[in-house]
């Protein structure tokens, strides 16, 4: 169920910590979401200056900087660093995406970083994605098949059957799309959220794959599917380029299809 004002303890009411840099002609200020659970503090932004020609390029090379010699509580996730697991999903100036793959020189003014929106926070920039995951679980994202394999080998494609999983499964599971979409917000109890639906896609668009029928079943569901309304807001944050809301598309032309 929606709510539309934070709990007391989730307002930003502290002031946070300033740290500046001194003696640096390229400065860059960084505000940064901070909550630590057993501090009993409601959450707080904390500034950072750092001298942007001692620091690299990118978002998570400042944070990186930031929690080496600054503070070492900074607590955010990355792994990769190359746009591919998916960890440092947070929202800077506004939008969701990657700090691995976001120039700082891309974003204006004082950069300021929280996590990602609509999801429970376990510590400063790092939101609680066992929902997310639940729901991933929950469309049995593997290769489900009822006859057995041909001659014992693989289950071959042909390359135009292969092709059509291009733009699927290139995503990373890094939430940007879910938690920009307004129809996720509201109510992710229920609506599977534009990542998930594209993960369910990717498997009902592979030829090897004999439970169409099934998982078209388990979506076709007033809240589950139906309550994307196309506001591309998924499409638009995507770090990797993909377009969910397509594939959401696609999924509905199917229910419509085997309904005819
Ligand atoms: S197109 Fe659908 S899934 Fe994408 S942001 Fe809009 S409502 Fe959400
Ligand atoms: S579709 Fe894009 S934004 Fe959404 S989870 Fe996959 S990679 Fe991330
Ligand atoms: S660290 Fe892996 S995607 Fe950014």
Same mark, same amino acid.
């Given at each position: 169920?929606?709510?539309?004002?934070?709990?007391?303890?989730?307002?930003?009411?502290?002031?946070?910590?300033?740290?500046?840099?001194?003696?640096?002609?390229?400065?860059?200020?960084?505000?940064?979401?901070?909550?630590?659970?057993?501090?009993? *503090?409601?959450?707080?932004?904390?500034?950072?200056?750092?001298?942007?020609? *001692?620091?690299?390029?990118?978002?998570?090379?400042?944070?990186?900087?930031?929690?080496?010699?600054?503070?070492?509580?900074?607590?955010?996730?990355?792994?990769?660093?190359?746009?591919?697991?998916?960890?440092?999903?947070?929202?800077?100036?506004?939008?969701?995406?990657?700090?691995?793959?976001?120039?700082?020189?891309?974003?204006?003014?004082?950069?300021?970083?929280?996590?990602?929106?609509?999801?429970?926070?376990?510590?400063?920039?790092?939101?609680?994605?066992?929902?997310?995951?639940?729901?991933?679980?929950? =469309?049995?994202?593997?290769?489900?098949?009822?006859?057995?394999?041909?001659?014992?080998?693989?289950?071959?494609?042909?390359?135009?059957?292969?092709?059509?999983?291009?733009?699927?499964?290139?995503? =990373?599971?890094?939430?940007?799309?879910?938690?920009?979409?307004?129809?996720?917000?509201?109510?992710?109890?229920?609506?599977?959220?534009?990542? =998930?639906?594209?993960?369910?896609?990717?498997?009902?668009?592979?030829?090897?794959?004999?439970?169409?029928?099934?998982?078209?079943?388990?979506?076709?569901?007033?809240?589950?599917?139906?309550?994307?309304?196309? =506001?591309?807001?998924?499409?638009?944050?995507?770090?990797?380029?993909?377009?969910?809301?397509?594939?959401?598309?696609?999924?509905?032309?199917?229910?419509?299809?085997?309904?005819?």
């Amino acid at each position: 169920m929606a709510t539309f004002t934070l709990p007391k303890n989730s307002k930003i009411t502290p002031k946070g910590k300033a740290h500046t840099v001194q003696g640096a002609s390229r400065v860059q200020k960084f505000r940064i979401y901070r909550w630590d659970p057993d501090s009993g *503090q409601n959450p707080r932004y904390d500034t950072f200056e750092l001298d942007l020609d *001692q620091c690299g390029p990118m978002v998570l090379d400042a944070l990186v900087k930031i929690k080496n010699e600054i503070d070492p509580t900074l607590t955010f996730r990355r792994s990769c660093r190359e746009g591919i697991c998916g960890s440092c999903s947070m929202n800077m100036n506004g939008k969701n995406g990657l700090a691995c793959t976001t120039s700082i020189e891309d974003l204006k003014g004082e950069i300021r970083i929280t996590p990602l929106p609509h999801m429970d926070v376990i510590k400063d920039l790092v939101p609680d994605f066992s929902h997310f995951y639940a729901q991933y679980a929950s =469309i049995r994202p593997w290769l489900q098949t009822a006859t057995t394999t041909p001659s014992g080998k693989e289950r071959l494609q042909t390359p135009e059957q292969r092709e059509k999983l291009d733009g699927l499964y290139e995503c =990373i599971l890094c939430a940007c799309c879910s938690t920009a979409c307004p129809s996720y917000w509201w109510n992710s109890d229920k609506f599977l959220g534009p990542a =998930i639906l594209l993960q369910a896609y990717r498997w009902l668009a592979d030829s090897r794959d004999e439970m169409a029928g099934e998982r078209l079943d388990q979506l076709e569901d007033p809240f589950r599917l139906y309550r994307c309304h196309t =506001i591309m807001n998924c499409a638009n944050v995507c770090p990797k380029g993909l377009n969910p809301a397509k594939a959401i598309a696609e999924t509905k032309k199917m229910l419509v299809e085997r309904a005819a």
